[in-house]
């Protein structure tokens, strides 16, 4: 017997979460693109996608946040700060590779100083994980060494039931348990039998890919050149990419009063590495896909003891000219035979 | 033999020949519907060409890769009409010389890819007057001419929802064509004149310069809507100054490769029934 | 009670012929309202679109761009140029839903102080009828606010 959450009762579990004030995000689509909003009602979620286009990430780590502002007046030096809010809120529907995303991050955001406006914002978040019964083309977890159900990153793990009418309930964490305790009533005691996960077939061999890459000769390979021939700088797969963190500090403003920003970045863009001086130590594309590449399988794992790709497919999915981790690592890999 | 067959064995003699050092096409993506850029240098890899109705990307921009025409030696290159009149601006800009331009025309009409005849930018300038032609008779987009007839504050409250959700990725400005500054105008700080940041201002603000600076110089290939990852309809501000050119001075972009660019020309009738 | 709406416009002028336009309103003694803030410019082709988009996201209720009547441009054709910008991006604004009244575009020579006087006066009303442009102060204040979610 588990824990047995029914369709039905979802908008009911809503309003039970927002009496105790938490808000309830999801996966909605609007306006031509899909991403995690705000929702009353279940019927705002849109569960049947594979994978919102955009990523979680973008509820800890907005692609532009203010810091701090200034202004300057005749008699005094004024600042404010904008700390993000420490409201709960529920994040239901998320995805696995999205989860595991947020897990690998925080390695990142509390290396060598603890990100406040990462951690209050995922202190203050319980992620309730749908695993996934369907998967498509570019899906790619399981050779990440993750799966359509990995609990990594998650405070909830929901499996859609064979009948389809509801989520059997697995809590994974103490905020899980605790998100979970309004919602006591509606949770109830059942034996339905789960769907199966979906099936997601093993691109690569990723083992021999981080082999093949931590190999100092390959880094100056041919290899990277051909692969990345076609790439165009977009940044659209480090944008949409789960785990992809880089970003920017901005001022905006002049010298009487403005605010300090931290917006996204991509080192896709030649302007990421380029010096004052003109001189750019990653002169061309295919070297900022290698950085990307390397960043992902090697430098992160070193430091972290984890690759800093979940298998989403998303680089691949909304590249503009085709290409992606995917295609990198299974050439990687036939390079290796 | 089908358009494919033909096109990968003159693909294969240009290289074989050594006309070309370079053919850029299409080739097979991930999925059966992706198609992808490819750079073929060897005859032996003609082959891997794939020409059919997925083939949507304008793949001209990329004769401006760095270095790439350096060397005066000649490039093919798979265009639709509208891919050849992208080669006529950047040569009348100055970014290249069509001589080092081969041209593999083709057109997409519905299910098919036809072939186009011609090997040179010039050959294809009946095929573009009738375009100019076409286009002139080709009424607004319908959402264009559903947002005229909207109230200025509606308008401005459609972009502002299609603008809020930018990223900023620039994904619009790297896959175009037209867009070969070496540095962007909003990449420069100093002065910085617009927002860099994503914020629903800063978007609309890059949002207009691009439009803007593309006045006159987009060709309408679609490249831009294609690559936004959140689906804004850019096509809309850049029909609209497709429009605004051809009707106020006759202009359509990438005639041939002689052609000034419209905002660095003028005529001095030019109409000007706004100014006070 | 509140204060009626005072707009705040901003000129973009050229040197040559609006600016002198507007001193001969001064020396002249020509009464129009102080809400309009003179940049001056060695030419109305050095007008890049960009700077009317400056003074939007500075909080500008109204932006004006003048300068030399066709034929009179001190550098021969600056203003033809500017002509042919100014068209693509009034019709770019318009597009986009920037309200007609808030930017306007004029020839005004340098014996022009009377037009000059009377512009102001007639686009201070149009704008000050029409309000602060709200619209547009809402993206600027939303700048300084913390992503919602």
Redesign the interface.
């Known amino acids: 017997m588990t824990k047995i959450l029914y369709a039905n009762d979802l908008t009911a579990c809503f309003s039970l979460w927002r009496k105790e004030g938490m808000r309830v995000?999801g996966p909605v689509s609007k306006?031509?693109?899909s991403g995690?909003?705000?929702v009353q009602d279940a019927h705002e979620l849109d569960l049947n996608l594979v994978l919102t286009?955009?990523t979680l990430k973008?509820?800890f780590f907005?692609?532009?946040?203010?810091m701090f502002?200034y202004s300057i007046g005749k008699q005094k030096i004024e600042t404010g700060e904008?700390?993000?809010?420490e409201n709960a809120c529920i994040i239901f529907g998320a995805r696995p590779c999205d989860a595991a995303g947020m897990a690998i991050d925080d390695e990142l955001f509390n290396w060598d100083y603890r990100d406040e406006y990462w951690f209050r914002r995922r202190d203050r978040s319980v992620i309730i994980t749908i695993a996934c019964k369907e998967s498509d083309?570019?899906c790619m977890c399981t050779s990440l060494g993750l799966a359509p159900d990995s609990a990594k990153g998650s405070d909830v793990l929901l499996r859609p039931l064979a009948s389809g009418n509801g989520w059997r309930v697995e809590e994974l964490t103490p905020k899980g348990g605790k998100a979970l305790q309004p919602i006591a009533s509606l949770l109830k005691e059942g034996s339905e039998a789960a769907a199966p996960t979906a099936e997601v077939p093993l691109l690569f061999d990723l083992e021999a890919c981080t082999t093949w890459l931590a190999d100092p000769e390959n880094f100056e390979s041919h290899f990277w050149k051909e692969i990345s021939?076609?790439c165009?700088?977009?940044?659209?797969c480090?944008?949409?990419c789960p785990t992809c963190h880089c970003f920017d500090i901005?001022d905006?403003g002049d010298t009487y009063e403005g605010?300090r920003?931290k917006?996204?970045d991509?080192c896709s863009?030649q302007?990421f590495t380029m010096h004052t001086s003109g001189h750019n130590p990653r002169a061309?594309q295919s070297a900022r896909w290698r950085q990307r590449i390397m960043h992902k399988f090697n430098y992160f794992s070193d430091k972290f003891s984890v690759n800093s790709c979940t298998g989403c497919g998303r680089c691949?999915r909304?590249c503009?000219?085709?290409?992606?981790v995917?295609?990198t690592l299974q050439a990687i890999s036939t390079l290796q035979k | 033999m089908s358009i494919q067959e033909q096109y990968r064995s003159r693909a294969k003699e240009l290289l074989r020949e050594g006309t070309v050092k370079m053919v850029i096409g299409y080739g097979a993506g991930t999925t059966p519907l992706r198609r992808r850029p490819i750079f073929i240098t060897s005859p032996d890899d003609a082959d891997r060409l794939v020409l059919d109705a997925a083939c949507r990307t304008n793949l001209a921009g990329y004769l401006l890769r760095e270095g790439l025409l350096a060397d005066q030696k000649s490039v093919a290159v798979f265009l639709t009409p509208d891919g050849v009149r992208t080669i006529n601006i950047l040569a009348a800009e100055s970014q290249l010389a069509t001589e080092q331009v081969i041209v593999l025309g083709f057109q997409i009409d519905g299910e098919n890819a036809r072939q186009l005849e011609g090997t040179r930018v010039a050959d294809f300038s009946g095929i573009i007057a009738e375009r100019k032609k076409k286009r002139k008779e080709q009424p607004s987009h319908e959402v264009a001419r559903k947002l005229e007839q909207m109230t200025s504050v509606e308008r401005f409250s459609f972009w502002e929802g299609e603008f809020s959700r930018c990223i900023k990725c620039y994904a619009c400005r790297a896959a175009c064509p037209m867009c070969w500054c070496r540095r962007c105008v909003v990449d420069n700080n100093q002065p910085q004149w617009v927002n860099t940041s994503s914020h629903t201002l800063g978007n609309l603000e890059w949002n207009l310069v691009r439009a803007f600076h593309l006045a006159g110089r987009c060709v309408e290939c679609g490249n831009c809507s294609e690559a936004c990852p959140v689906n804004i309809p850019l096509h809309l501000l850049n029909r609209r100054m497709t429009e605004e050119v051809l009707t106020a001075f006759d202009y359509y972009p990438g005639a041939d490769e002689h052609q000034e660019p419209v905002l660095a020309s003028f005529r001095k009738d030019d109409p000007e029934t706004f100014i006070l | 009670m509140s204060e009626p709406f005072e707009p705040k416009i901003v000129a973009f002028v050229c040197t040559y012929c609006t600016y002198a336009g507007a001193d001969l309103a001064g020396t002249s003694r020509l009464k129009y309202p102080p809400n309009v803030r003179i940049v001056r410019l060695p030419c109305t082709g050095r007008i890049s679109p960009m700077f009317i988009l400056k003074a939007f996201q500075k909080g500008a209720d109204g932006v004006l761009v003048s300068g030399c009547h066709p034929g009179d441009c001190h550098f021969d054709h600056g203003n033809y140029h500017a002509r042919r910008r100014w068209t693509a991006f009034n019709a770019l604004l318009q597009f986009t839903g920037v309200p007609e009244e808030r930017v306007k575009f004029s020839w005004i020579s340098a014996a022009e102080g009377i037009k000059f006087a009377e512009l102001i006066e007639s686009i201070t009303e149009e704008i000050r009828t029409a309000g602060p442009f709200e619209q547009y102060h809402k993206l600027i204040a939303e700048t300084g606010s913390a992503a919602s979610v």
Do not use: H
């Open positions: 995000l306006a031509k693109t995690f909003g705000e286009a955009r973008e509820l907005p692609r532009t946040e203010p502002s904008f700390l993000p809010s083309d570019f021939e076609r165009i700088g977009c940044g659209t480090t944008y949409l901005q905006e605010i920003r917006n996204w991509s863009f302007l061309t691949t909304e503009p000219v085709d290409m992606g995917r295609e």
